[in-house]
Structure formats: C-alpha cells, structure tokens
C-alpha cells in the first residue's frame, strides 16, 4: 500500500477541495498531475502559515461584510414607508407586476442604500395592500421589510 502524500490547493479543484486546502492525495496523482498543473504545492511548514494567514485575512474580511450587513439591516427597516404606486383595475386587481427592480428603486428613494436586486424575494403582488419582502444582505444576514402596494 503507497503512502499518501500532503499537498495545498493552490486553486480550487473540483471533488478534491478549494484553494488553500490542505489534502492527502495518492503519490502518483500528486506527481502527475496536481504539482505539474500547478493546482497544488507539497505542504511545508511555511506554505501552512502563508495558509493560515491568508484565511485569517479572508476570516476578517468576511466578518467586516457581516457588519456593513447588519448596519443596512438596521438602516432598512427603520424606514417604515415603503410604497409603490401601480395602475389599478377592477377589484384592487393592479395592470402588470411589482418587479425587485421597483423595490430596489423604493429603497433608493426611502433610505439611500444600494441593494442588488437578485438578493429581494418578493411574493407574487396582484392586488393592493401590505407586502413582506425579504432581502438577503449577507449568508447571515437577512432584512425584511413592509410594502405598501397602493393606487395612483
């Protein structure tokens, strides 16, 4: 049985793991394959601390995206007046939809803060009244605010 060898991911590779990972692989897949590609670098003492520095600074930056997330959280839902004119038809029935481009517009406007558009969840609006949509600021992180989907 062939020993196996510790290598560091100098990319991500897929079913193996991502850059920076420290893996045991098989001599012959080490030799042949990852360190002439480049993909890896046996692991020395050094490499594990240049490792290990690099995912404290990742670490950092992760939680300081956690802060500015939870700041926009706060921003977010201290406003309370969020509303969208529509046309309207018979029954409060309204022509079209409310798109999340409408309701990045609205929090533009309202609070000053820039959302991406593909973070909002909103219900499917086909009437008016009060809305509950959600936007995810971060992995940790998620807003929910009221709409007021009202007439023009």
Known sequence: MAKRVQLILNQDVSKLGKLGDLVEV??????????PKQLASPAT???????ERRREIERQRQEELKQQATEQKSALEQVTGYSISVQV??????FGTVTTQDVVDIIKQNASIDVDKRSITIPDIGKLGTYEAEIKLHSDVTAKINLQVVSK
């Not at 003492?45 to 490792?51: E, F, I, M």
């Open 45 to 51: 003492r050094g490499l594990l601390k240049q490792v």
């Open 89 to 94: 038809g018979e029954n409060e029935a309204i």
């Open 26 to 35: 098989a001599p012959g897949y080490a030799r042949n394959y990852l360190v």
